[in-house]
């Protein structure tokens, strides 16, 4: 099945401690994102990837880092996690083959995360 | 500065027909596209246009106006399932820029 696949699903931690959201799509994607939402704000995104190797900022990119060694994985780093950044973590991807194909984002489930 | 506006909350009636309109300011325009999500869950993709015109996928069609950068969604035959939010998408100048607006909320009522 194809799909966009994130860990952990839920998570609690506390301020200052490091952490990782995986994220793995197996469409052979080349572009992929992250996006937090959070209510009144909508999707934000926070960091995208064209390609492998390729990474570049959205417009929330404060606090995160991102990396693209394999095409297939996209994780999202929380160095030094703060209570602002509790939100719902949404990673997508899409092709770049045809007219439509970088507007057709296909999400993961999304990964609730809360700083304490 | 960047910008896309949609209604924030919307009602029909089952077996109705609902518009939802949206409006962008954007540095440059590569396509508008919809999604839909229900609460707490994965937005999933519905509709794109990149041209003028109406984009028809069963229930739901899209409409695209370039010059004034405007666009709607149109849900027709309403179900209860339809309640959801319904977010509207513009990619921007810098390619890999996925705009979101914040979402009109869709209830239906029997």
């Known amino acids: 099945e194809a799909q966009v696949t994130q860990n952990p699903r839920y998570l609690i931690t506390v301020t200052g401690k490091k952490l990782t959201v995986t994220c793995s799509q197996n469409m052979n994607h080349e572009y992929m994102s992250w996006y937090r939402q959070d209510p009144g704000l909508g999707l934000r995104q926070i960091y995208y990837s064209m390609n492998v190797e390729v990474t570049d900022k959205g417009d929330v990119p404060e606090g995160y880092k991102v990396s693209r060694k394999e095409k297939r994985n996209f994780p999202l780093i929380l160095e030094s996690p703060s209570p602002n950044q509790t939100s719902l973590y949404f990673c997508?991807?899409?092709?770049?083959?045809?007219?439509?194909?970088?507007?057709?984002?296909?999400f993961g489930a999304g990964s609730r995360l809360t700083v304490l | 500065g960047q910008n896309i506006d949609q209604p924030t909350e919307m009602t029909a009636t089952e077996g109705a027909i609902v518009q939802i309109n949206c409006t962008y300011q954007?540095?440059?325009?590569?396509?508008l596209s919809w999604y839909q999500q229900h609460d707490g869950g994965a937005p999933t993709f519905l509709s794109y246009?990149?041209?003028?015109g109406l984009e028809e996928t069963g229930r739901f069609s899209s409409f695209l106006s370039r010059s004034d950068s405007y666009g709607y969604l149109l849900l027709q035959e309403l179900q209860m399932k339809d309640s959801a939010s319904y977010l509207c998408?513009?990619?921007?100048?810098?390619?890999?820029?996925?705009?979101f607006g914040q979402g009109t909320e869709l209830s239906v009522k029997p």
């Open positions: 954007t540095s440059g325009f590569y396509g």
């Open positions: 997508a991807s899409s092709s770049h083959e045809g007219a439509s194909g970088a507007n057709v984002l296909t």
């Open positions: 998408a513009v990619r921007d100048l810098e390619g890999g820029k996925l705009i």
């Open positions: 246009n990149a041209l003028d």
